[in-house]
């Protein structure tokens, strides 16, 4: 089955610095991949997707790239604010099936 | 916030007992999948239901089982409960199959 891996586990950066989260993924038939953001005690929130027919995908200071060869895919934040430390989890899926990183716990220091 | 909902909120189990969770989809949306989050990972995919069918099993034990409706709500029914079963149980609803899934807020489910 799909194993997904996602590193760092945790991330501190200053205000305004770029914030880069990486995700390996081992199912060559994965076509999907979400990225999710969730505040402590809230769900998870859909903030990027991309599919295995995307390169890079970009939505205001978010930025999604995938190496479909390499079976690697990243987050990308820039401008970082306070409001984006949270709990931030990348996903493949091949099927029905979604796989999910253990998590990156972002700090945005003010 | 999405249009997704579960019922309850929380939850205190026995070892032993049984229990049924439920959610209520997006509107539009037939395809519900339910995960299993333990406190500090990533949500683990249980299955999915797609028009009232299960569309795929992740690597949980038969006593998790599910149910679809007509109007695509589903439940969750995990029998013998173990205390390792204590975690945040989250169910995402989508358009179809194959489409970008919205999560719900989730039941907290405790079992002593």
């Known amino acids: 089955g799909e194993n997904v891996e996602q590193h760092p586990s945790t991330l501190s950066v200053q205000e305004g610095d770029s914030a880069v989260i990486k995700c390996t993924y081992s199912d060559s038939a994965s076509n999907y991949f979400p990225w999710y953001k969730q505040e402590l005690g809230k769900r998870p929130q859909l903030i990027i997707d991309?599919?295995?027919?995307?390169g890079e995908k970009k939505d205001q200071r978010i930025a999604v790239t995938l190496n479909k060869t390499a079976k690697h895919f990243s987050l990308h934040i820039t401008e970082t604010q306070p409001e984006d430390s949270a709990v931030y989890f990348c996903?493949?899926?091949?099927?029905?099936?979604?796989?999910f990183g253990a998590g990156t716990r972002l700090t945005v220091k003010p | 916030e999405t249009g997704v909902t579960q019922s309850p909120t929380h939850l205190i189990k026995t070892r032993g007992q049984q229990v049924t969770l439920r959610c209520s989809s997006q509107?539009?949306?037939?395809?519900v999948s339910w995960y299993q989050q333990a406190l500090g990972q990533g949500p683990q995919f249980i299955f999915q239901y797609y028009r009232e069918e299960e569309n795929g099993r992740g690597n949980f034990p038969p006593r998790f089982s599910g149910l679809q409706f007509p109007n695509y709500s589903s439940e969750l029914n995990v029998n013998a409960l173990e205390l390792d079963d204590s975690a945040l149980y989250l169910c995402?609803?989508?358009?179809?199959?194959?489409?970008?899934?919205?999560f719900g807020p989730g039941t907290r489910l405790t079992v002593t």
């Open positions: 991309i599919r295995s027919n995307v």
């Open positions: 509107s539009g949306h037939n395809t």
């Open positions: 995402a609803s989508s358009l179809a199959w194959g489409y970008e899934q919205y």
């Open positions: 996903a493949a899926r091949a099927r029905s099936d979604m796989r």
